[in-house]
């Protein structure tokens, strides 16, 4: 593996720092260290799949996802996360939940790994939705059908869907009814 010459903080926040790398072969080479981060599937016992809608101000819209958080806690682990943030943005808490995979979510500028989890919740919510989020429920499979179909604007949030749907404790919920 191959290191940079030299390294520098040119920019620090509450969660990103700017880094500016020099490295051999291509020179300067600007990056972000972001804390990393879960995101959770979560799937009811009515085969419904939980999903927020809450405004993203970089892209300038509402986008509707998978609840995903980031690994913030010191000691806190990504499985305990997932829960904690399921349960903090929908008011659902998870019966079940398991790993799915992992993901760099855009390595030409950030380090950022997302953690991907599925998760069987109660049938109702035991709380409310953080501020500013709304709960959507709809079907598994209609929402695999979106991800498939390219209608999902969250690359997170269309991989969860699409893992999910292999997942066999899933699959019935994932498939269409004929």
């Known amino acids: 593996m191959s290191e940079p010459t030299a390294s520098h903080e040119v920019w620090s926040g509450a969660y ?3 880094i500016v790398e020099d490295w051999p072969t291509i020179g300067a ?3 972000i260290r972001k804390h990393h981060a879960v995101a ?3 799937v009811t016992p009515q085969g419904d799949v939980v999903l927020v809608r809450q405004f993203r101000p970089p892209v300038r819209a509402d986008l509707t996802e998978i609840p995903a958080g980031l690994l913030d806690i010191d000691g806190e682990d990504a499985l305990t996360c997932a829960g904690r943030e399921l349960l903090e943005e929908t008011g659902y808490r998870h019966t079940e939940i398991a790993f799915l995979g992992g993901v760099y979510v855009s390595p030409g500028f950030t380090d950022e790994y997302m953690h991907l989890f599925w998760a069987r919740t109660e049938a109702t919510p ?3 939705a ?6 959507v429920r709809m079907p598994l499979y209609r929402a695999v ?3 498939r179909a390219g209608k999902v604007r969250n690359a997170t949030t269309s ?3 699409l893992l999910a749907a292999g997942v066999p404790a899933l699959r019935d919920a994932a498939t269409a009814p004929a």
């Open 16 to 18: 990103l720092h700017v």
């Open 130 to 135: 953080e501020s500013g989020i709304e709960v």
């Open 145 to 147: 059908a979106h991800a």
């Open 40 to 42: 959770v599937v979560p």
């Open 29 to 31: 080479y600007e990056l």
């Open 159 to 161: 991989l969860g869907l």
């Open 126 to 128: 035991v709380g409310a």
